[in-house]
T-cell receptor
C-alpha cells in the first residue's frame, strides 16, 4: 500500500519568512495530493491540492510543487503570518471510487511574531 | 447548513463502557470515513464506507463497529472502552468517483476514557 513520509515534524519560523514542508510517497499510481491545515482544536481543512498532471499550483501565499519522478511534493508558504500556525498534513491517493487517502504524520508550524 | 456534523463533541466515560458517535453529511457524498487522531496528532484511517458498504477496515480492534444506515450517516460504536481509545475521532466525507478527492471533515469527537 501507499506510504507517505512528511518532514519536518516541527517547524518554527519568524513572521514574514517562508516555510517549506516536504512529503514523499511510495505508490507511483497515486495521482492526487492534497494538503490539509488543522488549527488547534479544529478540524483538518483542505488548503490546496495538486494532481499528477500538474507540476506546480499557487494560491496567493501558498504553493505546492510535485515531482512525479522523484515521488515527492512540497508545500510552500511565503510571507508567513501568525495565523498560519497550525498542523499541516499532506496526503496521497489514487482517484478511484472510494479512494483512500494516506496521510503524512503532520508538521506543526509555529510562526513567531 | 453544516456540511459534516458529529455528535457528541465531547465524550467522557469509564473504562469498560460502550459508547456511540454519530456522523451525518449533507453534501450528497458517496463515501464516508472514520479517523482516529491520537495525542501525537497522527491521523489514522479506521474505516471507509461507500454507498453504505464497508470498503476499508484498517486493522481496527473488533470492539469498534461502524454502521451506515444510509449514505448520509456513518456511526461508530465502541464496546468495552479502554484507556488507549482516548483520542479525537473525526468523521469525513468524500464525493467518490469524480475528479476530486477532497475530504470534508467533521468537527471531531474528543473521547476521554477514565
Amino acid at each position: 500500500g501507499e506510504n507517505v513520509e512528511q518532514h519536518p515534524s516541527t517547524l518554527s519560523v519568524q513572521e514574514g519568512d517562508s516555510a517549506v514542508i516536504k512529503c514523499t510517497y511510495s505508490d507511483s499510481a497515486s495521482n492526487y495530493f492534497p494538503w490539509y491545515k488543522q488549527e488547534l482544536g479544529k478540524r483538518p481543512q483542505l488548503i490546496i491540492d495538486i494532481r499528477s498532471n500538474v507540476g506546480e499550483k499557487k494560491d496567493q501565499r501558498i504553493a505546492v510543487t510535485l515531482n512525479k519522478t522523484a515521488k515527492h511534493f512540497s508545500l510552500h508558504i511565503t510571507e508567513t503570518q501568525p495565523e498560519d500556525s497550525a498542523v499541516y498534513f499532506c496526503a496521497a491517493s489514487r482517484n478511484t471510487n472510494a479512494g483512500k487517502s494516506t496521510f503524512g504524520d503532520g508538521t506543526t508550524l509555529t510562526v513567531k511574531p | 447548513d453544516t456540511a459534516v456534523s458529529q455528535t457528541p463533541k465531547y465524550l467522557v466515560t469509564q473504562m469498560g463502557n460502550d459508547k456511540s458517535i454519530k456522523c451525518e453529511q449533507n453534501l450528497g457524498h458517496d463515501t464516508m470515513y472514520w479517523y482516529k487522531q491520537d495525542s501525537k496528532k497522527f491521523l489514522k484511517i479506521m474505516f471507509s464506507y461507500n454507498n453504505k458498504e464497508l470498503i476499508i477496515n484498517e486493522t481496527v480492534p473488533n470492539r469498534f463497529s461502524p454502521k451506515s444506515p444510509d449514505k448520509a450517516h456513518l456511526n461508530l460504536h465502541i464496546n468495552s472502552l479502554e484507556l488507549g481509545d482516548s483520542a479525537v475521532y473525526f468523521c469525513a466525507s468524500q464525493l467518490a468517483g469524480t475528479s476530486t478527492d477532497t475530504q470534508y471533515f467533521g468537527p471531531g469527537t474528543r473521547l476521554t476514557v477514565l
